[in-house]
């Protein structure tokens, strides 16, 4: 073969494989001296369809959080495309976090405001504070909140108050509130936990379109392995704050799975 | 009846040793501190003819003086009414502040609380002494008086309601990346304000009870004409005043009681 062409390949697929996040040796110990996370060491690449599993309390929810720094690690470094988050604060910490959907267990939607309130909220990062307080959002941005409503299949609820939904509406409202933001990796923390069996496939079908379609980096923490194997790029474990497992879907096998859920 | 796989109670709960031991001390401690202060209350029973006395004069109420004071009637309220609000409008800033679920920083909030809890210290009685001194008789000094005690009672039960609110939003707005203004407006406001509107109301019953009071000293409103009268011992007056304050009191905790009830 040409060696300039091999050369070009090469790059192109490094490029494409490139880590969108890092961890490097990550650890994180509480003030009161429990250990959260110890010298987690792996890479995601841009596009994957991860899957965390490990018992409450692994330390996912942690893992997770360290990547939009809404937890701070005591030691290592976690990159996003290639910039360390610790170096961010103030403004550009909002901007990384703008990156960055994230999707929880509770939903965490304003419950006495709006649907179409809700989601402009996931906009507010690209407004200055006085504006989002006034709430003066562009017709354009109105007309986003309308279509991400759309994708989650919403959009007939938009005046309802959240707190009038099911669980499984709220989470969908929740994903479109983060759709507004242009995210590039979107955290979902345990986000079926309180959902039944059937709105649980619409969460995680809509997780993987946004995947597939979409090209964006999915992270989610699940307790339930056979969702994970679903769904799941690949999969990895945590006990007790540590990285036991790490592989792809295609070699992971049912006795894997459940060595992390056995008490150490 | 016994069943042989429960523990056996200690004879400390079998015996309620705690509940007698804590009524007992109370009893003790009661009885003690009415000895020490000298409160007769024998003294109570034997004065309550002239209780009595004062019901017989009263008995008649001139109702011609009805048109004397449905202008300072309207005075107090309004008195209250402004009192209410600029200590509503300084007391939600300080109330934001001295939330710990909010403010971090420890020393910031622990000066906040110590400024609070100097304020509450101050009695509205000496207040109102202190601003009439200052300003002069008349109803400046009573709305400042007001404006003062209503800033202390609702920073507190302002910052307690805050206290009490889902942390969820706050953690998805965060998340989303908006600024710490942006977080309270969207997260916080909408979880408070029909307690912040409820709190508010109740302010408001106090001090139109507490503007009858402060006129004593000279600050203005309906309390100027019940020293007044009672000074003259015009009691026919007096019980036109009471009853007529008795009047707005009850439409005020009406209204305040079904606004509350429609937004809660």
């Known amino acids: 073969m040409d060696e300039h062409l091999a050369t070009f390949l090469r790059g192109a697929y490094e490029m494409e494989q490139a880590p969108i996040i890092s961890f490097k040796h990550v650890s994180k110990v509480y003030s009161n001296g429990t250990v959260g996370l110890k010298d987690i060491d792996f890479s995601i690449p841009k596009g994957q369809f991860l899957v965390v599993v490990g018992l409450s309390g692994s330390g996912k929810s942690t893992l997770m959080r360290t ?159 056979e969702l994970a194997r679903e769904y799941a790029d690949r999969i990895v474990g945590l006990r007790a704050g540590e990285l036991v497992y790490d592989e792809p879907i295609s070699a992971v096998t049912e006795a894997d799975l459940n060595k992390i859920y056995q008490a150490i | ?53 004062l019901i017989v004069r009263m008995s008649n109420p001139a109702w011609d003086y009805l048109s004397v004071i449905i202008q300072p009637l309207i005075e107090t309220i309004q008195m209250a009414i402004l009192g209410t609000t600029i200590g509503t409008v300084f007391a939600i800033p300080f109330a934001l502040l001295a939330a710990g679920n909010l403010v971090h920083n420890k020393f910031l909030r622990g000066f906040d609380r110590l400024v609070l809890d100097l304020v509450r210290t101050l009695p509205d009685l000496l207040l109102a002494a202190i601003f009439v001194a200052i300003f002069g008789i008349g109803s400046t000094a009573g709305v400042i008086t007001l404006a003062i005690f209503s800033f202390g009672m609702i920073s507190k039960l302002f910052y307690e309601v805050i206290e009490t609110i889902d942390m969820g939003p706050l953690e998805a707005m965060e998340s989303v990346g908006a600024s710490k203004i942006t977080i309270i407006w969207y997260a916080v406001l909408p979880q408070i304000m029909n307690q912040f509107v409820s709190y508010f109301l109740y302010t408001l019953e106090i001090n139109v009870r507490a503007s009858t009071v402060l006129g004593y000293l000279g600050a203005g409103g309906i309390g100027v004409y019940l020293q007044r009268s009672l000074n003259e011992f015009n009691y026919g007056a007096t019980a036109v005043i009471i009853l007529a304050t008795i009047v707005v009191v009850l439409i005020i905790d009406g209204i305040s009681n079904h606004l509350r009830r429609v937004l809660l």
Do not use: C
Request: charged share 25%; net charge positive.
């Open chain 1, 67 to 225: 990547i939009n720094r809404m937890h701070e690690v005591t030691e290592g470094e976690v990159y996003v495309e290639n910039e360390a988050v610790s170096a961010y604060k103030g403004r550009s910490l909002r901007t990384l976090r703008r990156r960055i959907g994230m999707i929880f267990q509770n939903f965490n939607l304003i419950n006495r405001s709006s649907v179409e309130k809700n989601v402009l909220s996931g906009r507010v990062s690209y407004y200055p504070t006085w504006k989002s307080v006034m709430g003066l959002f562009s017709a354009e941005d109105k007309q986003k909140a309308v279509a991400s409503l759309n994708r989650v299949n919403m959009s007939e609820k938009i005046y309802a108050r959240a707190d009038e939904l099911s669980g499984g509406q709220q989470q969908r409202v929740a994903i479109a509130r983060t759709l507004m933001q242009d995210p590039k990796i979107i955290l979902a923390d345990e986000p079926i936990a309180s959902l039944d069996p059937l709105t649980t496939k619409t969460v995680m079908d809509i997780l993987k379109r946004l995947n597939q379609e979409d090209g964006l980096t999915v992270i989610v923490n699940l307790h339930s392995v």
């Open chain 2, 1 to 53: 009846m016994t069943n042989a796989n429960l523990p056996r109670r200690s004879w400390v709960q079998r015996w309620h040793v705690k509940g007698i031991g804590w009524t007992a001390l109370m009893v003790l401690l009661l009885i003690g501190s009415s000895k020490m202060t000298d409160v007769n209350v024998g003294m109570f029973f034997s004065n309550l003819d002239q209780f009595a006395d």
